[in-house]
């Protein structure tokens, strides 16, 4: 009865692949996230959807592509991984703020990449 | 750009004393939340702040918030073991944006 899962939980590849983190929550919430957290522990938001819709594309290479099936699953696409793409994904996912006036998140165990 | 700053950036203290994380942020807030990480796992939340708010508690845990001075502390008070991890604040400026901003983090070690 996981709440917000994630697979894979290792991901090891090498440059130039193409790879897909999936991730699904049984939470009932309407908003997902995916962060980067680096080497150094700095997280840092990737992209959000809001019920399929995207709301938060943060400064990303085009080669990260979301993509919201329906609301309890964002999948992440990385084409042509590189070695800068190293680090743990996480997913994570909130209730949405006009039902609530807080949006705490619910974290994914994490994806760790390792690009070669 | 990033929002929230803590200090000290590692923390090292023995069981049953108290710990105090600080965080500092830039922007205006609707409210200031704090996260635990373990080691290799995701993050878990601990315990929210609204900007209107200026102390609350969980627990063995205390939130101070001072919006004049744009900062934040987490006291864990009779630290045990198990506190052990990393500690984030995440910032949450409102509007219809979700975004949360995250801090670098204080990593806390409990000796026993």
């Known amino acids: 009865d996981t709440a917000v899962s994630q697979t894979p939980k290792y991901l090891v590849t090498q440059m130039g692949n193409d790879k897909s983190i999936k991730c699904e929550q049984n939470l009932g919430h309407d908003t997902m996230y995916w962060y980067k957290q680096d080497s150094k522990k700095f997280l840092k938001i990737m992209f959000s959807?809001?019920?399929?819709?995207?709301?938060i594309n943060e400064t990303v290479p085009n080669r990260f592509s979301p993509k919201s099936p329906d609301k309890a699953h964002l999948n992440l696409h990385i084409n042509s991984l590189e070695l800068g793409d190293s680090a743990v994904y996480f997913c994570?996912?909130?209730?949405?703020?006009?039902?609530?006036?807080?949006?705490?998140?619910?974290f994914g165990p994490g994806t760790r990449l390792t690009v070669l | 750009s990033q929002q929230g700053e803590e200090d000290p950036q590692a923390l090292s203290i023995q069981e049953g004393e108290n710990a105090t994380m600080n965080c500092s942020y830039k922007?205006?807030?609707?409210?200031l939340q704090w996260y635990r990480q373990n080691s290799g796992r995701g993050l878990v939340h601990l315990i929210l702040i609204r900007s209107n708010e200026r102390e609350k508690h969980s627990g063995r845990l205390r939130v101070t918030l001072d919006t004049s001075k744009k900062s934040s502390s987490l006291l864990i008070t009779a630290s045990r073991a198990a506190d052990t991890a990393s500690y984030f604040c995440?910032?949450?400026?409102?509007?219809?944006?979700?975004?949360?901003?995250f801090g670098k983090g204080t990593l806390l070690t409990v000796n026993p």
């Open positions: 922007t205006s807030i609707n409210n």
């Open positions: 995440a910032t949450d400026s409102g509007g219809s944006n979700y975004k949360l901003t």
């Open positions: 994570a996912s909130s209730h949405r703020r006009d039902l609530l006036s807080y949006n705490e998140q619910f």
């Open positions: 959807y809001n019920n399929k819709e995207l709301i």
